[in-house]
């Protein structure tokens, strides 16, 4: 933590991160969430089962829902079967396996209230349960068509960011730049960035790091419509002031890029963020323009696939 | 961009707007959205599709989903029918046409979870498809009915603006005016409203634009009963002081208008915000009045078709 | 307009009220609504229908459920009946009434997709009506069940006024004084309350009214748990500074009370407001007061019922 | 109110803090609830019944449901039974038992909406009952199924909080000390924590308390991820100066510590507290490390039952 911290002495590091400057690894993993490890609670405590559904993998999502819904059958399929299929009209008894079927039919059709008739309960046991099964459906579809549909409408910013984080010339010296562009027709307003960048010693035995909060030229914007390209003037109040490449092979840094902003569609606050590590930040070099007039040059076309085009440019 | 930016020369422009100065065309389309076409992403990834179900017009949200639920149901009646129809009882076997009539029929019926049981299942492979199809409605119904729900009840804020921005003698001088009145009966608090000004030369070949954000003389309202006359002083430090009829004929200006505000049917954020281009921005003009006593003076009777009504006035 | 105003002419009165100094009879009738009447738009423009649903009375929202799937119904039976009845099995032939019972009662059962498949239909036009009619069913109770849910789930602030505002002895001199307090077992944090005083004329044809914010001693609390006893000093600086009960004869005062607070179990922000006009404020009184340690001392007692208990008393 | 408020006579006790000086007993409860009963209102006033359903026992809140199921469906069988089962089909009528039974499936089979139609209304008055049952059932699920999914993806913070305040070393002096660590798989940001004292003498007949803000050294958090050790320095301004266990043993204290932040999975600003009683305050004592760096060092392991373990120091 030598040679660059002396660097730092007139800065004040930023204490109120979140991040200790003792933990170990990456900050924030790739999908914007953070690389820590939970122990000492039992998994009913550790995790918001609402979370884990919301942020599941949409297939995960879907087979675990039809898991969900063949286990039920089959668990209430065993127990009409154990209470006795003479208390069922409608089953085809000629085999065993018919019998197995009609009975996991049979729940199925009660769970979904779709409750054809054909099969149906006449003892009082069998009516029984396939009272509390209709209720235990309902509450089932409440819990999976609920989580169906959030997942669908939950509000999120739909944000694309460069893969990388350039330092560029920037009026007379050079200016750390990330750009971010909105990438779905949704309309972002009051949008405000905030970037904190942790630095430590490349040397793993000492791990101690320091937080800054990078000053912005622009933290707020009005409304979100082409690209935005966050700018950090590098000055003397900077972190990256002096010899950036010695810092970037001496240390390790990691620039942590927040957007908050709100959607009207959702009528929500939505946040997106990401982080880039020591290799994804490049030195001289500056964004390719994103966007072009139309031919008719009645609208703008916003090019998402260049959000992370630049070329090489040499520094002041 | 000559004569009237070196008015400008003492003026701030904003940069913080989220439109670039080379874009091209109107910012905002007059639905309020912003004039820009994205490219390079598939169409899975360029929509949200709970944006587009959102803000679709209401016949076309209908028949979006009478056809959804009709193709559907068209699906799998051809998979019972490939099936075999003998794996349903109460089919009309009379004719072709009446035998796929009762597979659509049970479909629905299936589908819905209506269920009457005069066609149901038997046989294996039919119980299974209906066992995956009442699952599959539920969801269906799930997104349907949450959209159409949340159509209905989507936070709004329910302005109505008028269609033109005036310039109107204000004090010993003029002011740029707009106004705005809720029309429904829901009830706006805290309401603030931020006017932005882009201005930028006639001459189509040189497309730099300059933004303004307009100080109004009361940014903010507790309680938006009434309508609201949202006024922009034009002193020395306003981008139409001076001669507003040689800027208007010099250079395009789009004013746009945002109201931010609270309601409390919703407890929700709403936004709105329109544009004025400069056909519709009128000098020398004021609004008149919009509201009266009613007959017996213990109510005011807010006139919503007045809300752009104005006489031409001279200006000092 | 002529006593009072000499007082007022140090005070800035407010103007960001969103009240008209010319508006007509009572501001804010008795609900917190205003009294504002809205002209020149048709129904359907003029309401925002998740508004009215939400703020009907409990009674007038069950019978308009009730009677839209009667009425629903009833359109139906009379459509199955026009096909044919022979189009549905089951129906009762007996005498007219039977049918159309029979109808009326099929229609209800896939509206609600009950389906319990002793009326069935057969045809192909009933059975194009009933896919019909159950997607409807769907759609219908999508809205009423969502509504029903809404007005159940509606965050609100449940907040409980005195029924008047005193004016009582305050330090030296005296205060104007509102009590409010929660009534239900939910939890208010971040409360803040705004006070704004509209005054006018006694005389009506000379109906320009004044409003002033009135700066309280406390205005924003941590967590609202007991009651809270709104403060504005009177001095030198307050609209009722000098001889208030001359104001009160002379003039006309409404006095706006709005507390906004966030609410946990609703996970939203809520707004309450009230307004008292100048019958309602008593000269000369002090609040009394409305809670006291439980026998065991452990806990308090809040007695709702004494939130606008005074007593009269002289002022200084 | 002697020794101890000497001290205080340079503070500004805060009076914003929504309790009074003279409530009695424990401010919050536990369950970080006011220790408040309401008195002078019916029981449907009393309560939001929406805050009970969402804040009761899971296991109450399924009790609840099923007996409201079994009760209504209880009712309706003695309804259709005094109608007369004849106007059922399908009844068994072997034994009066299974005519009560019967009853009872096809009231629940109609309040589902399963409708398997083996049980079905034949007469008019148990078609119409039925009509009206199915009607009730949507609704009676709507508010259930509703409650059931709120309850799920209610916004929580899911934050531990230490068992204890610590009176630590901190600097040249020594500080109030608390702990916090989120312990779910949720992400919480812009963390905000409020921490309150009330002090009040042990006599009884004395009940006068005193309110204090505490200043943090830090508190904002931008990213809650790891434990935050919520620390007030003691120093002059501070009402825990001088000799803090005289203090403790002459006064009741109790801290209250309140945490705001955002949930991204919720997309909803979330609220915890809790209370720390003079008992759970330890006098030189300091925190723990409950984090760790995993065995290969890429990622940081916290350990949550850790939490409030501390150990014994000497304070300077």
């Known amino acids: 933590m030598s040679k660059f911290l002396d660097r730092f002495s007139s800065l004040k590091p930023e204490i109120d991160t979140g991040f200790s400057s003792t933990a170990s690894g990456r900050f924030l993993n790739e999908n914007g969430m953070p690389n820590v490890r939970r122990k000492g609670?039992?998994?009913?405590?550790?995790?918001?089962?609402?979370?884990?559904?919301?942020?599941?993998?949409?297939?995960?999502?879907?087979?675990?829902?039809?898991?969900?819904y063949i286990f039920t059958n089959i668990i209430f399929a065993f127990i009409y079967y154990a209470i006795g299929i003479d208390h069922l009209t409608g089953i085809d008894h000629s085999v065993l396996l018919n019998e197995l079927m009609d009975v996991f039919f049979f729940s199925s059709q009660t769970f979904t209230t779709v409750g054809y008739g054909r099969i149906a309960p006449v003892g009082f046991l069998a009516s029984l349960v396939a009272t509390f099964e209709a209720f235990l459906g309902l509450l089932f579809f409440a819990i999976a068509t609920g989580l169906f549909y959030a997942r669908f409408s939950r509000p999120r910013a739909f944000l694309k960011f460069s893969k990388n984080a350039l330092i560029a010339p920037y009026q007379d010296g050079s200016a750390l730049m990330v750009r971010v562009a909105p990438f779905k027709n949704n309309l972002l307003t009051s949008a405000e960035v905030i970037i904190t960048v942790a630095i430590s010693n490349r040397d793993q035995s000492d791990s101690q790091t320091e937080f800054f909060i990078l000053k912005t030229e622009l933290p707020k914007i009005n409304i979100l419509v082409l690209n935005w390209t966050v700018v950090h003037k590098i000055d003397e109040d900077s972190p990256f002031y002096g010899d950036v490449n010695e810092l970037l092979k001496t240390a390790n840094v990691e620039i942590f890029t927040q957007i908050r902003a709100f959607d009207e569609g959702f009528a929500s606050t939505v946040i997106q963020r990401t982080s880039y590590i020591t290799e994804e930040i490049i030195v001289g070099a500056k964004f390719l323009p994103m966007f072009e007039p139309s031919t008719d040059r009645e609208t703008t076309i916003l090019n998402l696939d260049k959000i992370g085009d630049y070329e090489k440019v040499n520094l002041p």
Do not use: A, C, Q
Not at 45 to 67: A, C, D, G, P, R
């Open 41 to 68: 609670l039992n998994p009913f405590e550790k995790y918001s089962w609402y979370h884990v559904m919301i942020n599941l993998n949409s297939w995960k999502f879907i087979t675990f829902l039809i898991l969900g």
